[in-house]
């Protein structure tokens, strides 16, 4: 069993792969935050009768930033999600990167608007925080020349990601059937959210657009079908972690139903797409590559 538990967390591996999946991790985080985060900006013009601390802020009865100082961080964690993108001095900008966003989420979250979706993206940036990831793909290795030898200290950090990932989705599967039973994938509930998307106009107006939701909406059968795949996929995500088998059925197809949000829904929890990179093998992926490049080169 020790054995086992060695082998999961701490088999050898080189930094390449933790240090692609942190340099697609922060670029998209900075590229979402600037582009596509409608709200973050502007939670702390909210009169302060909405204020209700989370834990880690709750010693300030009242916003302890004002909307132009809010305005303020939030530019400074884009920028500093672009610099651990790039891997610039990450060792503190990844670190950095963690403090500010954990401050951001918590002051958005004190707001009354907390969703497992921020939450999950401040445990993910903590698990860089704590990890090597600046030594592969990183501006840093350029300078310090890094030869990248294997270690334990690069596996760790993704097969963390991936427990987490998996809980996240998995304890949403379970609060689906512990707050309304069988009902949830029997009743009429995927219809109902399929239509209220429909008319849901203050996000993403692609689903709006394209009409798949209404349309979606008129075939019960198909709804309750589907929010049986969605219980069952959100559910297996937990044990991927330890099936290769597994990880290659349900990963591609939760990233797919995640996806399949934007054309049927105005909220798709764009930012999530963000935690899927942990699960792709990147030293593989870029070996392909450059082989298909030799052999174009021949």
Same mark, same amino acid.
């Given at each position: 069993?020790?054995?086992?538990?060695?082998?999961?967390?701490?088999t050898?591996?080189?930094?390449l792969?933790?240090?692609?999946?942190?340099a697609?991790?922060?670029?998209f985080?900075? &590229?979402?935050s600037?582009?596509?985060d &409608?709200?973050?900006?502007?939670?702390?013009g909210?009169?302060?009768?909405f204020?209700e601390?989370?834990?880690?802020?709750s010693?300030?009865?009242?916003?302890?930033?004002?909307?132009?100082?809010?305005?303020?961080?939030?530019?400074?964690?884009?920028g500093?999600?672009?610099?651990?993108g790039i891997?610039?001095a990450s060792?503190i900008?990844?670190?950095l990167?963690?403090?500010l966003?954990?401050?951001?989420?918590?002051?958005?979250?004190?707001?009354?608007?907390?969703?497992?979706?921020?939450?999950?993206?401040v445990?993910?940036?903590?698990?860089?925080?704590?990890?090597?990831?600046g030594?592969?793909?990183?501006?840093? &290795?350029?300078?310090? %020349?890094?030869?990248?030898?294997?270690?334990g200290?690069?596996?760790w950090?993704?097969k963390?990601?991936w427990?987490?990932?998996?809980?996240?989705?998995?304890?949403?599967?379970? !609060?689906?059937?512990?707050?309304?039973?069988?009902?949830?994938i029997?009743?009429?509930t995927l219809?109902?959210?399929?239509?209220?998307?429909?008319?849901?106009?203050?996000l993403?107006?692609?689903?709006?657009?394209?009409?798949?939701?209404?349309?979606m909406? &008129?075939?019960?059968?198909?709804?309750r079908?589907?929010?049986?795949?969605?219980?069952?996929?959100?559910?297996?995500?937990?044990?991927?972690?330890?099936?290769?088998?597994?990880?290659?059925?349900?990963?591609?197809?939760?990233?797919?139903?995640?996806?399949?949000?934007?054309?049927t !829904?105005?909220n798709g929890?764009?930012?999530?797409?963000?935690?899927?990179?942990?699960?792709?093998n990147?030293?593989?992926?870029l070996?392909?590559l !450059?082989? %298909?490049?030799?052999?174009?080169?021949?």
């Amino acid at each position: 069993m020790i054995k086992k538990w060695n082998n999961f967390w701490f088999t050898p591996s080189t930094p390449l792969n933790l240090g692609v999946t942190r340099a697609l991790f922060f670029l998209f985080i900075f &590229q979402y935050s600037l582009f596509f985060d &409608q709200f973050s900006r502007t939670w702390s013009g909210l009169p302060s009768e909405f204020w209700e601390p989370v834990f880690l802020i709750s010693f300030f009865e009242k916003p302890p930033l004002n909307p132009d100082q809010y305005l303020g961080l939030f530019y400074l964690f884009a920028g500093f999600c672009l610099l651990a993108g790039i891997g610039l001095a990450s060792n503190i900008t990844v670190k950095l990167t963690a403090l500010l966003g954990t401050l951001l989420y918590a002051v958005r979250v004190s707001y009354t608007e907390g969703s497992h979706d921020n939450l999950v993206i401040v445990v993910f940036l903590w698990i860089f925080a704590f990890s090597r990831c600046g030594d592969g793909f990183s501006l840093d &290795q350029k300078v310090k %020349k890094s030869p990248g030898t294997k270690s334990g200290d690069y596996t760790w950090p993704i097969k963390l990601m991936w427990l987490m990932f998996g809980a996240v989705y998995f304890s949403a599967a379970c !609060s689906k059937i512990q707050n309304a039973g069988m009902a949830w994938i029997w009743g009429d509930t995927l219809k109902n959210y399929l239509l209220f998307s429909h008319y849901k106009t203050d996000l993403d107006t692609l689903g709006l657009k394209l009409g798949l939701a209404k349309w979606m909406a &008129q075939f019960t059968l198909l709804c309750r079908v589907g929010g049986l795949f969605t219980v069952i996929i959100e559910g297996m995500t937990l044990f991927c972690s330890f099936s290769k088998r597994l990880r290659h059925i349900f990963i591609p197809l939760i990233f797919f139903w995640h996806v399949g949000f934007h054309f049927t !829904s105005s909220n798709g929890f764009f930012n999530m797409i963000a935690i899927y990179f942990c699960w792709v093998n990147w030293e593989f992926v870029l070996s392909q590559l !450059s082989f %298909k490049k030799l052999n174009k080169a021949v």
